[in-house]
């Protein structure tokens, strides 16, 4: 008898899925969502114990179309920052993904994004960077390249907002850049990201195949296919495994996870170390004067505590304390009355 | 007649005045910063200590340091507390507002000032005593940095000795100041005692007014709306708080900060049992508190008008996604910066509506410092079991000013944690769907995020969704889910805290009023009683109306809603509830900024009533 293929909890590949998505066909988007499917079925994270949030836009909707066993909500434009943040605080034992775009995150909701990378809560924030509005037809977003042309407003005369390096100037611990039309990148670094205690941005190029897709542009996927320039090759390696060597000594970096999994970035043409703050500033500005789409985990660091920790919250979820432990007793009731007499 | 020979016969005629015992209002004139904060602390404890009902109100600037700041202290044997127009006594230590000040003294009103002003004493009808603040501080020379706050005791000491406010009471009011710390105690206390030896020595009393001990305030506690609400949604489990500076309501958030870490701390892991985050702005603010919420905690924000604007958009996604969640609105006074130090009942409409499309919220009105507290637990309560936003509509009057109580009730019920269902609920379900009304009191049933059953997750949305959560723009699914809305908002109106009626015999007219102008409705009733005039009282608690507001509207001649509004909000509140009474419903509002006064209650009254 045949039986199914199953993960470490038991589950497979299709209780990790979603309601049938209503993007365009070939969205990139939706090529993500496949991607977090399939980085959570093979870190065999149980879906109860994971939430996804997002804000408003095409990729807001998406949650609904990964994860159906998972919590989630769709809240306000701009605004999953601090949603995020009360959620993770009332239930700290669980695994938020949030989704945004660059709408969401680079014009409406730039203030929330900063503030929840000073405050650090443990949250994947993925940004489904197409460079426009989608769902109201075609509008320059802040991340649309100076001099890119759309059907409907002609050519942009801005700067874009560059959110990786937003990120860095924010004390991000986990900032990574991927394109949705590098599937393997993609799910490798959110399972990073997963592992990650604290806020993990991925800013994931994702091709608006509707609005924003002609070659010139630097968010669709033939630009992105020509130009992607990897920093390293990202290899996802969970505590329970063990690193096979095959790589010669001086080529792979290592990432250890708060988990215990690692992260492998196997050298390409440069060496690049991923902790350096400076040197991944530097390298978004070369990125950006020489036109390439470079990827992968620009910087990681462990060094601001999540948030949780900063507020000693318990290991238990402030969301399933008994009332014994959050009603103060009657007498000390009486004590603190007895201070205003 | 020589100024000397009017002068003696006016000094006469107040020393052969019988003496005023236990009524008085008092006004601290002072310049903001300069420390009198603990002074005026002194008076009033003391005051109180000794028996006497007190309420003291801080007319205070929007500033940091150097504007003119009153601290208005009223002393009742008859109980009541309201803010009164007339001042007898005032302790001029502003220069700058030295005749306006004088100006605001009744007939015959007494002034403690400085003896080194050189101004005029413009007012020949009042009992005027200079004190040597300069002279008892080069005598004390106290350290140099504590200079201006034991100037301050100079008044303490002369005003207790004039009014005969007992020395040992003003001592134990500073040592609850200073949690009984001995040094600052004693530096403060030595200027009090110097300054009423002085007084005692060097000046006759020739007014009217004194203090003596009673026994009114046994077991009463003196404290602050804002620290009360705090104190509230501490003992009411509150998991999450976020909140973004604010006059009035930043104390609130205070309190919070101050008393979780003593009162809810685990005390095997010293781990909290709680998270106070402060936002980047009101946005997030609330932004926290909707996720939390949603997550299972008991979680609320607290904010003033401003704040309100901004909370508007998610506070209409939380009503319509049906997320727990509690916002405190200490309100000031509007539109916009408006007077942010100054009171107001002002955001009844915007809060009642607040969120674009349809959107009803149930808020509660605390009429005293006893109902902060109990309002603070029991709006988490209403929250989980309504599974909707409640908000709480304080103001700066009750909020920041000191208000007397009976000490606060513990919570007489457990925790009631509403409709959520457990992993074991849902295997014996068998089927689960977020929005469906089972019950038909339109509350549906939550599952909370962690929920490990595989039928336990629903996605929580601003946009159209049928009873599974599920994305909708069916004009039934739209229709049906609006409805339960309203059905489970006609719910509330049974577990919303009921209104307080009062009857007197023989009235005819009926009073509707609620939150901080209680103490004067009360005051102005007693004496249009005296004067012939009974009234009927209803006391709001909280919106939506119960029937009994229904019928006490209904059985009245006359109603008179009062408030501290410009558009007698609550009137046309009650007039869109009960459209075929609305007749009747008359306005009986004012809103300058300062708390509501019986007196104005009582004139406008009669004057509407064309008495």
Redesign the interface.
């Known amino acids: 008898m045949a039986t199914a293929t199953v993960n470490l909890v038991g589950l497979q590949k299709s209780d990790y899925k979603g309601r049938p998505t209503t993007l365009c066909q070939g969205c990139g988007h939706n090529s993500i969502s496949s991607q977090i499917m399939a980085a959570c079925y093979e870190m065999s994270i149980p879906p109860e114990e994971i939430i996804k949030l997002s804000g408003i836009g095409c990729s807001s909707k998406s949650p609904a179309y990964f994860l159906g066993r998972s919590h989630g909500f769709n809240s306000l434009h701009g605004r999953m920052p601090s949603l995020g943040t009360g959620a993770i605080m009332a239930n700290r034992t669980l695994k938020a993904i949030g989704v945004s775009g660059d709408g969401d995150t680079a014009s409406i909701g730039v203030g929330q994004f900063i503030h929840m990378m000073r405050r650090n809560p443990p949250l994947v924030y993925i940004i489904e960077n197409n460079g426009v509005y989608g769902l109201t037809k075609g509008q320059f977003s802040a991340t649309a390249d100076k001099g890119q042309s759309l059907k409907k407003q002609g050519t942009n005369p801005f700067m874009p907002v560059d959110l990786c390096l937003q990120a860095l100037a924010a004390n991000c611990g986990f900032v990574a850049r991927s394109f949705a039309g590098d599937p393997k990148q993609v799910k490798e670094l959110i399972k990073a990201a997963v592992s990650y205690e604290g806020t993990a941005v991925l800013d994931i190029i994702s091709p608006c195949v509707t609005f924003n897709n002609r070659d010139e542009s630097t968010k669709s996927y033939s630009w992105g296919k020509e130009h992607e320039t990897p920093l390293h090759d990202v290899t996802y390696v969970p505590a329970r495994e063990e690193i096979k060597v095959d790589y010669e000594p001086g080529e792979t970096i290592s990432v250890k996870m708060h988990d215990g999994s690692t992260l492998v970035l196997q050298k390409l043409d440069r060496d690049y170390d991923p902790t350096d703050r400076m040197q991944a500033t530097q390298l978004l500005e070369d990125a950006r004067t020489s036109q390439k789409l470079i990827t992968g985990l620009l910087y990681v660091n462990h060094d601001q505590p999540p948030l949780p920790e900063s507020e000693n919250l318990p290991d238990e979820p402030l969301a399933s304390l008994p009332p014994e432990k959050l009603r103060p007793s009657q007498d000390s009731l009486a004590n603190v009355m007895a201070e205003f007499a | 007649m020589t100024d000397a020979v009017t002068e003696e016969a006016r000094l006469q005629s107040s020393v052969d005045k019988p003496p005023i015992v236990n009524d008085l209002s008092m006004v601290v004139a002072t310049v903001n910063g300069t420390g009198s904060q603990t002074s005026n602390m002194a008076l009033i404890r003391a005051l109180f200590r000794m028996g006497i009902p007190v309420s003291g109100k801080n007319l205070f600037p929007s500033n940091i340091q150097g504007l003119p700041t009153w601290f208005t202290i009223r002393a009742s044997g008859e109980g009541f507390v309201a803010r009164r127009e007339t001042i007898e006594i005032l302790v001029a230590m502003n220069e700058a507002t030295f005749q306006e000040d004088l100006a605001g003294l009744v007939e015959g009103g007494v002034c403690f000032y400085p003896d080194n002003w050189t101004q005029p004493r413009k007012r020949q009808d009042l009992v005027y005593y200079p004190m040597p603040v300069q002279e008892l501080l080069k005598q004390q020379s106290p350290p140099r940095d504590l200079r201006d706050y034991i100037a301050n005791m100079v008044y303490v000491g002369v005003v207790a000795e004039i009014l005969s406010i007992e020395m040992d009471e003003i001592r134990a009011a500073l040592e609850?100041h200073f949690n009984g710390r001995a040094k600052p105690v004693e530096m403060n206390m030595a200027m009090v005692d110097a300054a009423a030896q002085w007084a005692a020595d060097n000046l006759t009393k020739q007014d009217p007014y004194m203090v003596e001990r009673s026994n009114q305030t046994e077991?009463?506690?003196?404290?602050d709306g804002n620290t009360s609400s705090a104190?509230g949604a501490?003992?009411?489990?509150v998991?999450?708080a976020?909140w973004y500076p604010i006059t009035p309501a930043s104390s609130l958030a205070d309190a919070l900060l101050e008393?979780l870490p003593r009162?809810?701390k685990?005390p095997e892991?010293?781990?909290?049992?709680?998270?106070v985050?402060q936002?980047?702005?009101e946005?997030?603010?609330?932004?926290?508190?909707?996720?939390?919420?949603?997550?299972?905690?008991?979680?609320m924000t607290s904010t003033s008008g401003p704040g309100i604007s901004l909370m508007a958009?998610?506070a209409g996604?939380a009503f319509f996604?049906e997320i727990p969640i509690v916002i405190w609105d200490v309100q000031r006074m509007g539109p916009s910066t408006g007077m942010p130090t100054r009171t107001s009942q002002g955001d009844l409409l915007f809060v009642r509506f607040l969120g674009h499309g349809d959107s009803r919220h149930v808020f509660l009105l605390p009429g005293s410092v006893a109902e902060c507290f109990e309002f603070g637990w029991r709006a988490f309560d209403l929250a989980e079991r309504l599974q909707t936003p409640i908000f709480v509509l304080s103001d700066l009057d009750l909020g920041m000013n000191l208000w007397m109580s009976e000490?606060?009730e513990?919570?007489d019920v457990?925790?009631d944690r509403g409709k959520v269902l457990s992993e074991q609920d849902l295997d014996e379900l068998g089927e689960y769907a977020r929005y469906r009304d089972v019950d038909g009191d339109g509350i549906p049933y939550r599952?909370?995020?962690?929920?490990?059953?595989?039928l336990?997750?629903?996605?929580?949305?601003?946009?159209g969704h049928n009873d599974q959560a599920?994305?909708s723009e069916r004009p039934e699914d739209w229709t049906e889910n609006m409805a339960r809305l309203w059905r489970k908002h006609d719910t509330a109106r049974g577990y919303v805290p009921a209104p307080i009626v009062d009857h007197m015999q023989g009235a005819e007219i009926g009073l509707i009023g609620f939150g901080s102008t209680l103490s004067a409705i009360e005051e102005a009733r007693a004496r249009l009683s005296q004067q012939g005039v009974p009234t009927d009282f209803l006391r709001l608690r909280a919106v939506p109306f119960s029937e009994s507001v229904r019928e006490f509207v209904r059985t009245h001649e006359r109603i008179y809603v009062v408030e501290m509004n410009t558009d007698a909000q609550m009137r046309q509140l009650l007039q869109l509830d009960l459209p075929d009474q609305a007749t009747k419903l008359k306005a009986l509002n004012h809103n300058d900024g300062l708390p509501l006064t019986a007196r104005w209650i009582m004139e406008e009254l009669l004057s509407q009533e064309g008495k």
Do not use: C, Q
């Not at chain 2, 077991?219 to 404290?223: P, R």
């Not at chain 2, 501490?234 to 489990?237: A, I, K, R, S």
């Not at chain 2, 892991?269 to 998270?275: D, E, L, N, Q, V």
């Not at chain 2, 996720?291 to 979680?299: E, P």
């Open positions: 609850t077991g009463l506690v003196l404290i104190l501490v003992y009411g489990g998991n999450f976020a008393y009162l809810r685990d892991s010293g781990k909290a049992t709680y998270a985050i936002a980047e702005d946005l997030a603010a609330i932004g926290m508190t909707v996720g939390a919420g949603w997550a299972g905690a008991r979680s958009e998610f996604l996604a000490r606060f513990f919570p457990p925790m599952t909370l995020p962690g929920n490990r059953h595989p336990a997750a629903w996605f929580a949305r601003g946009t599920i994305y």
